[in-house]
DNA sequence: GTGACATATAAGTCTGACTTTTTGTTCCCG
DNA sequence: CGGGAACAAAAAGTCAGACTTATATGTCAC
């Protein structure tokens, strides 16, 4: 969870970053580096390495004599962590959280499959870990304790896999757990069946189970889905 | 295909990134700015933004005091698409080939799914056009033109799809249908098998059979990682 | 050995001058 | 009146140099 404000470049990026995606300033707009200098109160070189940055995330493009443009939405790199974070705590927060969980719906029951085959004994014995542990904090509301474990549990699966790619989207995968136990209020404790797909998911990899676990995760995703159409519809 | 050399710093990135994500600098090398700034001929602020990008791809980071040091492999942000290219340009290239391969296979059947359920009478007309032009040179020696229908088939029916995150990966398959064509030789006219699966998909999604399109996705993308374990076992 | 302090180092920042590319305008000629 | 060539302006790009700041490391007293 790094927020990455480090440096006066990084502040900029904390504060154009969010607007830019929040949709401040719509497709094809025209920024001046100049004046944004200006009006973040930086030299021309920290607001240089801002738009380059913002630039590799294919947010904004730089040509001479035109300024720096805003590009349209389609072609942001929604898969920098950066964005995502910014995108999540914007306005457009359900839909980006909506085509997030889609994306985990899609990956984690293949990365479970493959985790069922390639985990280790180690990992193994951390996805007991983490089951057991949202067990026991899944009543009388542990809700922190249980984010923790549950967390834990799909990074896991997602490493175990061996894909590099699927490893990669713990980050996201934690961002959307956490999004729902502290944003969307949760009041009750978590769903008993999901806590039991959790145990059985853990037994399936832990026996090589390919084709189970692969099952396992869709129903624990399918769940996810149908969570978020009830809350935004 | 932007090679966005555009630049000094562009030129810059253009040699450091490869270098890097081929692993010439081992994780937790230093590396000084005014000592790369010597060795590119560069200045420090060209040199600098250069690194403000590496930085933002998670590839390295600065510290005071410390210099530009490499992060872990599994640290980098192996989504952005100049990390992807220059993984695929590198030596590991048989290995990123087949993560992205099994990636394709996780994403594109929840895809294609979506995209029967979401289509637009205009997308679904592109797709038929798409099918019927790998139809038409699948046969006689027309790779070339055969990979730009498979291209652009793939990448509507991830963009009908609806989701930004599915849609995002359209440059990620193209690159690897690509590779697969000009890289791994490719004598022989595509296998009729695939080129009829197209076809049919293409049917399922006009007819907004979802489960039908997700199936046949699912044989599409098991006959590529098939083909990768022929070629690279 | 441990803590406080000094020092060296490399990134970070700022400024001002200059270069280069690209766009839009003007103006001349067909 | 239209089209093309020359021109001017604007904004990014580049560079060099001086200065600031954080911090790792070494030193010394205790």
Redesign the pocket.
């Known amino acids: 969870m790094t927020t990455g404000g480090r440096?006066?470049?990084g502040h900029v990026l904390e504060t154009l970053g969010p607007a830019i995606t929040a949709g401040d300033y719509p497709p094809g707009s025209v920024?001046?580096?100049?004046e944004l200098a200006q009006r973040f109160e930086?030299?021309?070189?920290?607001m240089?390495e801002a738009?380059r940055v913002l630039e590799s995330m294919y947010l904004v493009e730089?040509?001479?004599?035109?300024?720096?443009t805003v590009r349209p939405k389609a072609e942001w790199n929604v898969y920098d962590p950066q964005v995502i974070r910014w995108r999540l705590a914007g306005a457009d927060r359900p839909h980006q959280l909506r085509s997030l969980t889609v994306l985990r719906s899609a990956i984690e029951p293949v990365a479970a499959g493959l985790a069922a085959r390639h985990a280790t004994a180690e990992q193994c014995a951390e996805l007991t870990e983490c089951a057991l542990g949202m067990v026991a904090t899944s009543r009388g509301h542990q809700l922190e304790g249980y984010l923790v474990h549950d967390v834990a549990f799909h990074r896991v699966i997602l490493k175990a896999s061996g894909n590099e790619m699927f490893a990669r989207l713990g980050d996201v995968v934690a961002e959307v757990l956490s999004g729902r136990t502290h944003h969307d209020v949760m009041f009750e404790d978590p769903d008993p069946a999901a806590v039991t797909l959790h145990v059985q998911l853990a037994e399936a990899v832990r026996e090589g189970d390919a084709e189970r676990a692969e099952r396992l995760t869709r129903e624990i995703t399918a769940g996810a889905l149908q969570e978020l159409d009830v809350l935004a519809p």
Not at 42 to 46: Q, Y
Request: glycine share 10%; aromatic share 0%.
């Open positions: 440096g006066l470049h920024l001046r580096t100049d930086v030299s021309r070189s920290v240089r738009v730089s040509r001479r004599r035109v300024g720096v």
